[in-house]
């Protein structure tokens, strides 16, 4: 193979490694606005796929949702310390009818499924234990999750 071609694959590997890490979050992160109001939206697409695989109740699937988007912040928090403030978006990607010609399910959309919010300054004064917190303790009470959407039925 040609030396530009073994870079650009190089590339995309190095690229998609970080999301097999051993504490790797389900979904897709983007951290679409790291000062002021921060934004960072997760992508969910895969955890409530799997949510539905499994059947899971509208409860439970509503607390795995909720410790991925703990867990997101906690890894987003050392590139928010010029935030005022931070959101969490939990999306997921809709699907609709199986297309006749390609058999398979058809984009129905963006589902923007919950919302966690909290202030810079408590993301900040907990960076340090933020992602043991986020693995199994409880939600600190500066954290306010709200569900905006509805899931997928099941």
Same mark, same amino acid.
């Given at each position: 193979?040609?030396?530009?071609?073994?870079?650009?694959?190089?590339?995309?590997?190095?690229?998609?490694?970080?999301?097999?890490?051993?504490?790797?979050?389900?979904?897709?992160?983007?951290?679409?606005?790291?000062?002021?109001?921060?934004?960072?939206?997760?992508?969910?697409?895969?955890?409530?796929?799997?949510?539905?695989?499994?059947?899971?109740?509208?409860?439970? /699937?509503?607390?795995?949702?909720? +410790? *991925? !988007? &703990?867990?997101?912040? %906690?890894?987003? $928090?050392?590139?928010?310390?010029?935030?005022?403030?931070?959101?969490?978006?939990?999306?997921?990607?809709?699907?609709?009818?199986?297309?006749?010609?390609?058999?398979?399910?058809?984009?129905?959309?963006?589902?923007?499924?919950?919302?966690?919010?909290?202030?810079? /300054?408590?993301?900040?004064?907990? +960076? *340090? !234990? &933020?992602?043991?917190? %986020?693995?199994? $303790?409880?939600?600190?009470?500066?954290?306010?999750?709200?569900?905006?959407?509805?899931?997928?039925?099941?």
């Amino acid at each position: 193979m040609r030396p530009a071609i073994l870079a650009s694959l190089a590339a995309m590997v190095l690229t998609a490694l970080p999301a097999y890490a051993d504490d790797a979050i389900p979904g897709k992160i983007v951290l679409a606005r790291a000062s002021g109001s921060a934004i960072i939206i997760y992508d969910a697409t895969s955890e409530v796929a799997s949510v539905v695989h499994d059947k899971v109740v509208d409860a439970q /699937a509503n607390d795995r949702l909720e +410790r *991925d !988007a &703990f867990r997101v912040l %906690a890894q987003e $928090a050392p590139n928010l310390s010029a935030a005022s403030s931070v959101t969490v978006r939990v999306t997921y990607a809709e699907t609709g009818d199986v297309s006749p010609v390609y058999g398979s399910p058809t984009f129905a959309g963006i589902e923007r499924y919950a919302v966690l919010t909290c202030s810079g /300054a408590d993301v900040k004064s907990d +960076r *340090d !234990a &933020f992602k043991e917190k %986020a693995a199994t $303790a409880a939600f600190p009470g500066w954290l306010k999750f709200e569900v905006v959407g509805k899931l997928p039925p099941r």
